[in-house]
């Protein structure tokens, strides 16, 4: 199954310690959004959606973002808006199912 992109985004003020949290086709999907399109959690870590990830790609999906930043930190500020990191991941839909989902991260320079 395919959705289109961008149907759950989080951007997260490391900070501040908060998150939004914007949903939409694939977020009623996995039974996140409700009635709801966007919410704020205050903590990075949000835990409605991480408790939907198979455990052992959110293993791996730890790893993979600590290595990323340790690596875009030694990159020059200004270039580290070029790279992303991005990993599929398998995330259990409202009926228990596990469906595949392309996770995207990205570091925003803050102002």
Do not use: C
């Amino acid at each position: 199954m395919f959705y289109k992109a961008g149907d759950v985004a989080v951007l997260s003020d490391m900070r501040s310690d908060f998150s939004y949290i914007y949903y939409g086709g694939f977020a009623r999907t996995l039974g996140l959004a409700g009635s709801v399109s966007a919410e704020q959690v205050d903590s990075i870590w949000e835990e409605n959606i991480l408790r939907l990830i198979h455990p052992d790609d959110l293993h791996e999906k730890y790893l993979q973002e600590l290595r990323f930043l340790h690596w875009i930190s030694r990159l020059p500020e200004k270039n580290r808006k070029d790279y992303y990191l991005s990993s599929r991941l398998r995330m259990r839909d409202a009926s228990g199912n596990y469906q595949p989902a392309l996770h995207r991260m990205f570091y925003v320079p803050a102002p």
